[in-house]
């Protein structure tokens, strides 16, 4: 038997195929499969996921074949087997049934793909450096940082902090308000910023490290209006959920970790610029970190909740599914997990009256400042100018979602926030 029939009698996938477990998207179960080789993400249902977790090199067509029938209560085919088998080499998964070229052809087109990501029409990301191996190397030193015995008094210490910011929010607000600020002040407490938002991320990355995953950039990201550091971690689509949520509260856990020192400074130093400085980050550090648990806004919070749920995309999923009833009732979501219904219905809702609250809050913050500057009816025509700008632009972005959506995922997946 030739080494080619042998890939063909007993598949093996080749070693840097991993398979992760299920998440639930548009109401169907789906496994995410990273090729480490290429960088290809590709998204297969359970039955797929069923026949390649066990294409080990030990067992045969007829094993695999059993082991399904007895699973699914149906047998496989050899138009299955095709099917299966085509999927498989067009993707060069098979140990041993990989050529070459077409290898290297994925590997570019992938590259390609996470070129063309990083760029939007109000974002982009400019990589500065893989940080995988560096992470590789610090782990042994941080492993203790990961056990039970550095977080649970580490998470005490952290709630403390937002205690005392809670109990001195006045005093924190009218320090930050008043007065004249020296230009060293301001440049410490936006460098201090910078260095905590990159130590936000890269908890991120050795998070996602810890758990098995590959870290493949660090770099700078421009999300319009903001410029901050990020860290890819792509590979938490291969996670369990725990560990999905882990890997996105790091980052918020580390960002109020870093605000420990400042609470000590601002309870017991004097007078003067430390004490003030403290301040201003004990309030900024500790309003970004709430913003960040918002579950309504594509931060830390919301892929926090949408991994706790098992969820590959909330808020995509929760507007498909108010599309469906409100076009069709009650009876076009019918075929939905009541689970899931429950959580689109509870979370679409939620959604809507906290964007109606800050869009509410915001339109009269920005008309009383117009009104005061232009007047009364230029204010109002320029909040109508802006809206329907703001309508095309999120009407264009839709458009090109909708457009975008694919089985395989060039260079990348879902990000772990923040």
Sequence with gaps: MTTLDATWARPRL???????????????????VKDRETGWFYR???????????????RSLDDLAAEYATTYRRALGPE????????????QLLDGAADPATIA??????????????RGPLSARFPLFDPDRLFGRLLPWLRPVFSWAFVLPALLAVLLVAGYVALHLPDLIGGVGGGHRPLAEIVASVAITWVIVLLHECAHGLTCRHFGGRV???GVMWRFPLVAPYCKVDDIVLFTPRQRVATAFAGIFVSMLALVPFAAIRAWAGPGSPRDLAGTMLLFGTATAALNLVPFLRLDGYYMLSHALNLADLRADTYAFWRRLLR?????????????????????????????????LLIRFWYVSLA??????WALAVLVTE???????????????????????PGGAAPAGG
């Excluded at 297969?44 to 294409?55: A, D, K, V």
């Excluded at 299955?80 to 993707?91: A, D, E, S, V």
């Excluded at 052809?105 to 990083?118: D, I, K, M, S, Y």
């Design 44 to 58: 297969i249902g359970p039955r797929e996921h069923f026949l390649l977790s066990r294409m080990d090199g030990t």
């Design 216 to 218: 493949t950039e660090i």
């Design 328 to 360: 069709g009732g009650p009876a076009a979501v019918a075929d939905q997990r009541r689970r899931d219904r429950l959580i689109y219905g509870a979370y679409g809702l939620a959604s809507a009256l906290f964007a109606v609250t800050v869009l509410t």
């Design 387 to 409: 809206g329907l700008l703001l309508l095309a632009v999120a009407g264009r972005l839709a458009r090109r979602r909708r457009a975008g959506g694919d089985a395989s995922i």
């Design 80 to 91: 299955n087997w095709q099917q299966i088998f085509g999927m498989l080499q067009k993707r």
């Design 14 to 32: 080749r070693a840097g195929v991993v398979l992760g477990p299920g998440q639930w998207r548009s109401g169907k179960l789906v496994h995410h």
């Design 372 to 377: 005061g500057w232009v007047g009364p009816g």
């Design 105 to 118: 052809r994925l590997t570019a087109t992938a590259a390609e793909g996470a070129a063309r990501n990083r």
